[in-house]
């Protein structure tokens, strides 16, 4: 893990969201699972995971730090996507060694609303007590409405892209108690 995640460490007087959503497509790995790439997906014995024509599927740079880092602070996390190709995202995940990081995951085509009740209702955890990572605007704006902190991912999930959102956080649930 770098020196940089080291800096994302919350300290016992942090508010802190109690789950943290992130997208997959655009906001995980650097594309579009239904469009972009191949299904299925295998692993090589050195480690690469690669589409049925052979091109190298990687994630964003520091994504696994992100997700280290948060459960590293106690943070659940949980996925949401709206993909059509819910077979090679949920693949993708395994071969990624993804899904460990993940309490639950909704990856089906649909409203991310539909997705974030499914996850509210399985989690027990409050929309006011989430964070969520997405590429989209739409979506932004769709679950935003439910009073989870969202947001907008531009160039794919990053640490500093993580501290941002987790001083949003802190700052709007200070704000209303």
Known sequence: MGEECFLVALQPEDVKPRLVV?????????????????PPFKKHTNGTVVDSAGRT???????????????????LMAAASRTGEVAGANQLLSLLKLEQYFVQKEIYPGSKVTHFE??????GI?????????????????????????????NGMTVELLKDGLEKFEQLRKSRS
């Open 22 to 38: 992130f997208d997959l497509d655009r906001t995980l790995w650097p594309f579009w699972v239904d469009t972009h790439v191949d």
């Open 57 to 75: 599927i990687n994630l964003y740079p520091d994504v696994i730090d992100v997700l280290q880092s948060l459960r590293r602070d106690g943070i």
């Open 118 to 123: 499914r996850i509210k209702h399985a989690t």
């Open 126 to 154: 409050q929309y006011s007590d989430m964070i969520f990572f997405d590429d989209e605007r739409r979506n932004i704006v769709d679950v935003g409405k439910l009073g989870v902190v969202c947001i907008l991912v531009s």
